[in-house]
């Protein structure tokens, strides 16, 4: 993180961070948009100043709990320990690799060219066993990651305690348990590039696909649609999943999750009292030995026949990284999303 990169969010973060919470849709997105001209001023204000701010530079995260804690960083970092895929996904895109000290191991096996930039790092395990002497092992300047589940006493530890020992944490805005916006994903973007030309361009391209989205969503009226995001179905039964980013990404799309919470052990008849119009099945590493015919099996079971998703053949399979994340893969889950739901079967 260079001084432009941190100055800019000093003077504008918490300020964006609240100004579009996602009980977003196209139009409250548009409503944001008009009224935030003022935070808009700031950030550009603050860009023009960057250069001239120096270190240490104090910044408002969130720990676990979604309590705001203010962080400050004493230099750019030079020793990065990324827990979150997401977060070392961005790292690797704005060029930034050789700064990784160390990675957790994912949950799912990754495809495609990430998977070789993934492996090739030193990964220091699962991370329901890391412990914090391990991360202290590899000596990071910052912490990345998620602030929910993870920065936890039953986990890595807190972010106050790594405050304690003098290592900075940055937990990421897109995963904290406050109201969320697709707009948090850019944000994090833009605090987390060092190479801040290649960070703000990266950011500005994701946020023009953010807008291009929600002018589609602006097209669609009614009733929001109702999404079942489900998993592991074997036997009649499932679990099922949300978090407060991917019903942001639901909202944003005029949908809207059927499940106040995810749970385990459903079952059929729950889901023909959720009655979704789209169900999101969602494959994992975990349940791979039922994934492969899972979705054939549920809509041929005669019980689900008048369930609205299964009824209009409404189901489509996406992988877990890509809608229960918080980085750029969300974006592409929405638009994905997007064609599925509102094309005809």
Known sequence: ???????????????????????????????SVATSSEIASSVAESTVSAEETSYPLTLQI??????????????????????QLSMTELLIKLGLKDKIVGVFDNDNALKGDIADEVASLNSLGDKKSVSKETILATEPDLILGKGPLMFTESSIGTVQSYQELGIPVYTELASASTDQALDNIVEDVRNIG???????????ELQERIDALMDKVS??????????????????????????????????????????????????????????????????????????DAVEQLTSNAVVQEVPAIANQKVIEMDYDDVMDYGARVIDSAETLYNFMYSAS
Not at 65 to 74: I, K, L, S
Not at 194 to 204: C, F, G, I, L, S
Not at 222 to 230: A, I, Y
């Open 62 to 83: 969130y720990d676990a709990d979604g309590n705001a804690v203010d962080m400050t960083y004493d230099h750019a970092p030079e020793k990065v320990l990324s827990t």
């Open 219 to 292: 097209g669609q009226s009614g009733e929001p649609l109702k999404v079942l995001f489900m998993a592991g179905y074997a036997d009649g039964t499932f679990v099922a999943f949300n978090s407060k980013m991917s019903s942001c990404m639901l909202n944003a799309l005029n949908a809207e999750n059927v499940l106040d919470k995810g749970g385990n052990g459903l079952t059929l008849e729950n889901l023909v009292s959720m009655n979704p119009d789209i169900i999101v099945y969602v494959r994992a590493d975990r349940f791979g030995s039922t994934d492969a």
């Open 194 to 204: 060092d190479v801040q030309e290649t960070a703000n361009a990266y950011a500005d």
């Open 1 to 31: 993180m260079k001084k432009k990169t941190l100055s800019v969010a000093a003077a504008a973060l918490a300020t964006v961070m609240l100004a579009t919470g996602c009980s977003q849709t196209a139009s409250s997105v548009a409503s």
